[in-house]
């Protein structure tokens, strides 16, 4: 692969999951909860490749020397990153689908949700858990990644 073509895939995932959360900041409230999740998605990537760059690494997605098992399962075994990635992206889209002006409660909506068919109620379900564990690798990557800058700096003596 190219590093034109990781950079992007990179900007590209993220241009997209930010305008699908700007959206949804704007049709439920407390809209606050979209536009920190931007932020996270944003910043634990950014310090995911800045990172990389540092320790000389060809992808961000090198992950062997880490000790985090769930990083390492994210970034070496494709179709789980591909289930945590579609999943938090089609809830997204699910979200927007079910969006309506008459209630703005995000809560309300997933409440809704929860009393449509069955597949529509195993989708919903199903996203909910690849986005949950998308969250818990994001929250993990920043720390993995602001770690290994720590490190560098110590290593440099700043």
């Not at 990172?51 to 985090?68: E, I, P, Q, Y």
Request: aromatic share 12%; proline share 2%; glycine share 6%.
């Amino acid at each position: 692969a190219s590093t034109f073509g990781a950079v992007l895939d990179m900007v590209t995932d993220r241009v997209s999951t930010a305008c699908l959360l700007a959206l949804l900041s704007q049709f439920y409230r407390p809209g606050l909860v979209f536009i920190l999740l931007l932020g996270l998605d944003i910043t634990s990537h950014w310090f995911q490749m800045y990172s990389s760059f540092l320790s000389g690494k060809t992808s961000h997605k090198d992950v062997k020397h880490t000790g985090n098992g769930l990083l390492k399962l994210y970034y070496g075994y494709r179709p789980f990153m591909a289930f945590c990635c579609v999943a938090s992206e089609v809830l997204y889209i699910i979200l927007f689908l079910y969006a309506d002006a008459k209630s703005t409660s995000l809560l309300n909506t997933c409440r809704g949700i929860l009393k449509e068919s069955p597949l529509v109620v195993f989708m919903f379900i199903s996203t909910l858990i690849g986005w949950a564990l998308k969250q818990v690798i994001n929250v993990i990557q920043m720390k993995t990644a602001a770690d290994a800058c720590v490190a560098y700096d110590s290593k440099r003596g700043k």
